[in-house]
Each structure stands twice: as structure tokens, then as C-alpha cells.
């Protein structure tokens, strides 16, 4: 199985501000992906996070809002740009080998003031 | 409508109880997670089912897919303290070529009283 890592674990932004969030997988994995969960609700895709290439987002979410990066096979980011508090959420990354487990990171919890 | 039903949306129950969480489908499953989230924290990985009638076991938890693979059941028996959290099913959906996303249910919140 893989060990997901993300930094920060929470942080608490002002409006307008940028955040980056940082995931580290322990082994190579060809598929990571970024998640939000907003209070009280359930988990959604935000992109996948493509290695050498650009992020695919998922209905709803764009890169201007959501830039991602992917630099390796161990590594990516996402920055959540301009904030406002309907951006308070966690934001969980997954891994994954191909179609095997998802394995998740203990997520970023985030509140935006 | 949501692609996942998960029923209950919560459940209380007594310590040493049995319980059932279900999860249903609107589409045909390539594979099903099952996955338990504490509050505020990241998913616990429990169980994948891919196959019809596929069953799996870990410790006290019991995870099954129906044959037409559209509905899967996660049965905890005798029911701990520690089992309580939020479970989540998630569905595997093929995003295209060999590239597979998932998408969940909203979950159930399963307390469990000493």
C-alpha cells in the first residue's frame, strides 16, 4: 500500500490570499488525484493530476482557480488561488497504481476568513 | 440524483450491536470501495469488490457486491466503539483508456455507545 503525506494538515487563510498544498507519496504511482470535501458533504474529484502534463479537471473546477503540478511520479500540488470562504474545506490527494487501490492522505484542512 | 445512495445517512447503535450500511447504484460497477473517514481526517482503506457476488471479510467487517453489481452491503458484527466514523462507498468509473476516477456517496455516520 502507499503512505500519503500532506503539508500543511490545516491552515487558516484571509480572503484574496493563495494557499499551496503539497503531497508526497512514498513509491511511484502513475495516477494521483485531488479531492475536495466541504462541510458536511462528501468527497468530489477536483482534477487528476497528469505527470509532465497538464491537470484534467472535472466539471465545475479550473486550472485558473486550481492550478495543479506534477512534477514526478512521487510529488504534486494544488493551490487553491484567491480564496473566499466558500473555499473552507479539506482537501484530501489520493494515489494509485493504474486501477488498483486508491489510497488516500490525511487531508488539508482548510479555513478561509 | 446521486450516482451512489448510501442508506443510512446515520445510524446509532448499542456497543456488541450488528449493523448493515448499503450503497446503491444507478450504473453498472467496475469496482466498489469501501472506505471510513474520521471526522475531519483522511479515508481509511477497507475493502475493493469487483467481482458479482464478490464477498470480503477484515476483522469484524463484511463487505459484499450483488451479481448484477449495482449494490454492495458492509455489515460490522458485533459493533466496538472504535468502528464509529463516517463510511464512505466509492464507485470506479472509467474516465477513458485505462484511466479510472471515483465517485462517492455522501456517507454514513455510524456512532456506536459503550
Known amino acids: 500500500s502507499a503512505v500519503i503525506s500532506q503539508k500543511p494538515s490545516r491552515d487558516i487563510c484571509q480572503r484574496g490570499t493563495s494557499l499551496t498544498i503539497q503531497c508526497q507519496v512514498d513509491?511511484?504511482?502513475?495516477?494521483m488525484f485531488w479531492y475536495r470535501q466541504q462541510p458536511g458533504q462528501s468527497l468530489t474529484l477536483i482534477a487528476t493530476?497528469?505527470?509532465?502534463?497538464?491537470?484534467?479537471?472535472e466539471s465545475g473546477f479550473v486550472i485558473d482557480k486550481f492550478p495543479i503540478s506534477r512534477p514526478n511520479l512521487t510529488f504534486s500540488t494544488l493551490t487553491v488561488s484567491n480564496m473566499s470562504p466558500e473555499d473552507s474545506s479539506i482537501y484530501l490527494c489520493?494515489?494509485?497504481?493504474?486501477?488498483?487501490?486508491?489510497?488516500f492522505g490525511p487531508g488539508t484542512r482548510l479555513t478561509v476568513l | 440524483s446521486q450516482e451512489l445512495e448510501q442508506s443510512p445517512q446515520s445510524l446509532i447503535v448499542q456497543e456488541g450491536k450488528n449493523l448493515t450500511i448499503n450503497c446503491t447504484s444507478s450504473?453498472?460497477?467496475?469496482?466498489l470501495y469501501w472506505y471510513k473517514q474520521k471526522y475531519g481526517e483522511g479515508l481509511i482503506f477497507l475493502m475493493m469488490?469487483?467481482?458479482?457476488?464478490e464477498e470480503k471479510s477484515h476483522e469484524k467487517i463484511t463487505a459484499k457486491l450483488d451479481e448484477k453489481k449495482q449494490q454492495s452491503s458492509l455489515h460490522i458484527t458485533a459493533s466496538q466503539p472504535s468502528h464509529a466514523g463516517i463510511y464512505l462507498c466509492?464507485?470506479?468509473?472509467?474516465?477513458?483508456?485505462?484511466?479510472?476516477?471515483?465517485?462517492f456517496g455522501k456517507g454514513t455516520l455510524l456512532t456506536v455507545n459503550p
Open positions: 489520493s494515489a494509485s497504481q493504474g486501477a488498483d487501490t486508491q489510497y
Open positions: 513509491s511511484q504511482v502513475t495516477m
Open positions: 493530476a497528469n505527470q509532465g502534463s497538464e491537470a484534467t479537471y
Open positions: 450504473k453498472t460497477l467496475y469496482g
Open positions: 469488490l469487483q467481482k458479482g457476488g
Open positions: 466509492g464507485a470506479v468509473r472509467n474516465s477513458g483508456g485505462s484511466n479510472y476516477k471515483l465517485t
